[in-house]
């Protein structure tokens, strides 16, 4: 039997071609379909945001919803839309701020860790990224979790460094974020953890606390010394903790800065005092000031910076009341009996 029509190969595969084409076209154009559904609906979000949070309160299905999505809010996170970083930054700050999450506890914590953890890289980054994260409540959220009775601590270190990344933008920020009452919780972890065994078990906690410790402390200007003042016993014992090696040596670094910091405010508060009527506050500060003096240069050359000869010199000239000149003439002697040098700089200054 004959064919009644002739196989063309060539225009079999051309149609099979065409057919493929118009299939990679297809999933082409529902691909895009795709993707302007999902910027659409996560639009709407940018714009509803707050609402959408505020209908989830209270309802433990939409809380689950938010916590099973953290996954799409971490790939939000890293996509450089900002208007998609929005939405899951102000998304995780409220996940942050549940207290029963509907789900199994161990699940909760390690679902709020994810959440710390994306906040804390979004605020150690730009400025502005910093902001938005501050915009949205991660600061007391923050402070929660490091008040939380529950021994998360993993959580609890990650939450100190968060706090130490926002503070470190400026010193703006840092005085913002110390006006929250942060520096308490702060402090208390720290007293909680200097003896053994937990100094020992828990030393990368202390070692995130000490470290945001020290960023408080710092920038230019520092923070006022009312501002700081509650953490100096604590930093008398973290300078005490032996041996200063490894990362107990880190911490007692971190809190040596802290004293270097605030040094500069205390000589200046010391200088100020020396020009009071009351004798008895002037004679402790002078004896203040001759233990300074047997320190070191960078030491006595903070009070001079600060003008501490000056006001010796005035004590010298107006001064009335005889301890408190003895004690004048005792630092001077202090000070003039290190070097050569030093008695050139009493005699520029007229004390001789």
Known sequence: MKWLFKFDK???????????????????????NRELILFFKRNHEFFHVERCIEDAAGDPIAIQKMFDSIPVMASDLMSGNESFQFVATARLSFLLSTENPPIDVQYGLQHKLYSVRALYAIGKGSLEQAVVVIKHGAIPMFIRLLCCSEECYQLKELVAAALGSLASQSPDFRDYVLQFGTLTPLLSLLDNHLEPPMLHEKIALLRACSNTLAIFCQGNPAPSFNQIRSALPILRRLIHLNPPVGVIGEVCEDACLCLSYQSNDVCARLVMLLGLSDGKIV????????????????????????????????????????????????????????????IQVGIYYGFV
């Open 10 to 32: 060539d225009k079999w595969q051309k149609r099979q071609r065409q057919m493929q084409k118009n299939l990679r076209s297809m999933e082409s154009i529902r691909k895009i």
């Open 283 to 342: 004679e402790h500060v002078l004896r203040t000031v001759g233990n300074i003096f047997k320190g070191v240069d960078s030491q006595i050359q903070i009070l001079i910076n600060n003008g501490v000869f000056f006001r010796l010199n005035a004590i010298l000239m107006h001064g009335s009341n005889s301890s408190v000149l003895r004690k004048t003439c005792s630092a001077i002697s202090t000070l003039t009996a290190r070097d050569r040098n030093q």
